[in-house]
């Protein structure tokens, strides 16, 4: 059964960075039909899809995000990365790593997800 | 952006009640439109793709249909298992994006 686990800091500091690495087990994360993407969720609030990457490559970002994103892969740990720079307090949220994935090669969903991290911007 | 407006925001309901959920689409989205359920301090977990396909495992008193720009989301039996979060997604452009939630309660 394929799980998703991210893992990072808790709390970052006002300006600066947020890494977080999703680890993928149970499966590759270089099966050629799914992709791999990052979702958060502020505090009471909705989801944002952030972006997603395939084991080649290619990532692709929420454009509201796309000057302070880069999500990256290591096939070889079966991980794949966020890096979002600049961060401010509108930037806490959980944020989720899933799998994303399609029906009949064009209806596309995202599962499973992982079990979320909390990620706090504060000095 | 494809905006999503969900439909209501809460509701109350009583275990056994049949209820719906509505969620629309401000532009066409043919039927690249998904349901997930998420419960408190939980990831969220998909029910059903493109529109009425229901997830492996998913039980099937829920189901899913479209009219147009608008989706509805439909429980019929409602259990104590199914109070949670309903969120809409879809996934016909890029950035997908998400409804704002349809929060469940017991009456």
């Known amino acids: 059964q394929l799980q998703l686990q991210e893992s990072g800091p808790g709390l970052v500091k006002p300006s600066e960075t947020l890494s977080l690495t999703c680890t993928v087990s149970g499966g590759s994360i270089t099966t050629r039909t799914y992709y791999w993407d990052w979702i958060r969720q502020a505090p009471g609030k909705g989801l944002e899809w952030i972006g997603t990457?395939?084991?080649?490559?290619?990532?692709d970002y929420n454009p509201t995000l796309k000057s302070r994103v880069t999500i990256s892969v290591d096939t070889s740990k079966n991980q794949f990365s966020l890096k979002l720079t600049s961060v401010t307090a509108a930037d806490t949220a959980v944020y989720y790593c899933a799998r994303r994935g399609s029906s009949w090669g064009q209806y596309i969903w995202f599962d499973p997800w992982g079990q979320g991290t909390l990620v706090t911007v504060s000095s | 952006d494809i905006q999503m407006t969900q439909s209501p925001s809460s509701l109350s309901a009583s275990i056994g009640d049949r209820v719906t959920i509505t969620c629309r689409a401000s532009q066409s989205i043919s039927s690249y439109l998904n349901w997930y359920q998420q419960k408190p301090g939980k990831d969220p977990k998909l029910l059903i793709y493109?529109?009425?396909s229901l997830q492996s495992g998913v039980p099937s008193r829920f189901s899913g249909s479209e009219s147009g720009t608008d989706f509805t989301l439909t429980i019929s039996g409602l259990q104590p298992e199914d109070f949670a979060t309903y969120y809409c997604q879809q996934s016909f452009r890029t950035p997908y994006t998400f409804g704002q939630g349809t929060k469940m309660e017991i009456k």
């Open positions: 493109a529109v009425s």
């Open positions: 990457i395939y084991y080649r490559g290619s990532p």
